[in-house]
Every structure is written in structure tokens, then in C-alpha cells.
């Protein structure tokens, strides 16, 4: 008896996987093939950092709060050197310079992560700055293949959706990820007993269980939390 096909939908389309949505496809299904992915998932107050956000804006400042959030995650990948990591070839190498990989959406459902080369050296407007310049060049197709292998970390944001925690995947050989997730708005109680309405973000870190193990992946994100926690500068 012969196969039966079934056809297709009435109103339906087929879409050939080709070209960069290949190329993406193809990068996604060796990542998880190749890293042994673990995600972390954690929550943090936003109240400060929003605050410190009000002041720099008062004072001319254009970083915004993804800028704020950009800077805090750069600090304490400074201070987590293991996150900051490449794995290739059986070897671990940790990265003194933080170049974050911004994980951009172009038209047609394609995503680029090109580099923010040396991250750490930027403040807040420098890296609101460089941030706008590396979109900009990106949705122009004007990316180098510096800008697009270069990066030793990376984020990405879906902030504006809500989705509060997702599992990013690896963009190996990197070995961490950093997911911002969406806002949720929830009542607490402050310190005079009053109930407040306060924003709270979804964190999510995926990471290579060959060269990070749970503890040290927390700790970030604990850190990373305190670090926003505290508007933006270290935790206590």
C-alpha cells in the first residue's frame, strides 16, 4: 500500500529553511548538541534602579533602563570571571575584556549577537551609546565578522514582552547567557507596614556545565541581582 500524504492546509505556506535562517538554525541545533546547558532562574526588585534611572535622566543623561541593567551585568561578569569564558578545543579560556554580545531580532524572524567590544570600559551613556551604534549597524546588514564571532558573552532581552524567565540558548563556544526577562508589577509591604506596588525582573542564565558548575553560576546571579538591587552599584 502506497504512503499517504496529507495535504496542505487550505490558506497555509511552507517556508524553505535557507540562507541566514539556516545559518541560524544550524548554529542553535550545534549549540545544543555540543554544551551541556543548565539555566538558573532568579528575580530582583527594580525600585533603585529605576530611581537611579529618574536621576541620570533629570540630569541629560540617554541611558536607559536596558543600559542601567547592560552595566550592571557588565560589573559583575568583572567580578565573575568564569561567566566571561570561551570553551573550545578542550580549553577553557577566561576573557579580560567583557565583549557582550547583544542579541539583536532583524526582519524576517532572524537574530543576530554581535559584539560590544570591551564593555567594561564603558559607563552608562558610553554604553547606551555604542548599544544604539551596533543596532543601528545591524539592522543596516553592515556588521563585520569581527562584530559577529567576537563576542565572550552574551544577553539577551525580551523585557518588553511577558515572558518573565526563558532558557536562553548558549551562542557557543561562549559558555554563559544572560536572559532579561519581563516586568511584573506586585504589591509589598514596605518598611513602615504600607503595601507599595513594586516592579520586579525575571533573570534567567544559561551556562556550560562543562566549565561552570550550579555554585558559581548562582553566585552570579546573586550578585547580579544584589548589584541591581542596589541601583545599580555592588551589593552589600
Not at 563585520?144 to 518573565?164: C, I, Q, Y
Not at 513594586?198 to 533573570?203: I, N, P, R, T, Y
Amino acid at each position: 500500500m502506497g504512503q499517504m500524504h496529507t495535504p496542505p492546509e487550505s490558506g497555509g505556506s511552507s517556508l524553505p529553511l535557507k540562507g541566514m535562517r539556516k545559518m541560524i538554525a544550524a548554529k542553535m541545533s550545534e549549540s545544543l548538541h555540543t554544551a551541556a546547558q543548565l539555566t538558573h532562574h532568579a528575580e530582583c526588585e527594580l525600585t533603585a534602579l529605576q530611581a537611579r534611572r529618574a536621576r541620570l535622566k533629570a540630569s541629560g543623561s540617554q541611558a536607559s533602563l536596558q543600559d542601567l541593567l547592560l552595566h550592571a551585568i557588565v560589573q559583575t561578569l568583572g567580578e565573575h570571571p568564569a561567566l566571561n569564558a570561551t570553551l573550545q578545543d578542550n580549553l577553557i579560556t577566561r576573557h579580560a575584556a567583557v565583549h557582550l554580545g547583544l542579541a539583536i531580532p532583524l526582519p524576517d524572524d532572524l537574530l543576530v549577537a554581535p559584539a560590544l567590544f570591551d564593555a567594561e570600559r564603558l559607563d552608562p551613556d558610553g554604553l547606551a551609546e555604542a548599544r544604539r551604534a551596533l543596532t543601528d549597524k545591524a539592522l543596516a546588514g553592515k556588521l563585520s565578522v569581527k562584530e559577529l564571532t567576537g563576542a565572550t558573552v552574551t544577553v539577551s532581552n525580551l523585557g518588553l514582552s511577558r515572558v518573565h524567565y526563558f532558557t536562553p540558548i548558549l551562542n557557543v563556544p561562549q559558555v554563559a547567557i544572560v536572559g532579561i526577562g519581563g516586568i511584573q508589577q506586585r504589591l509589598q509591604r514596605g518598611a513602615d507596614g504600607s503595601l507599595v506596588e513594586c516592579d520586579f525582573l525575571g533573570l534567567s542564565l544559561t551556562f556550560d556545565h562543562r566549565a561552570v558548575n550550579g555554585g558559581p553560576a548562582a553566585a552570579f546571579l546573586d550578585a547580579l541581582c544584589e548589584r541591581i538591587e542596589g541601583g545599580g552599584e555592588a551589593g552589600s
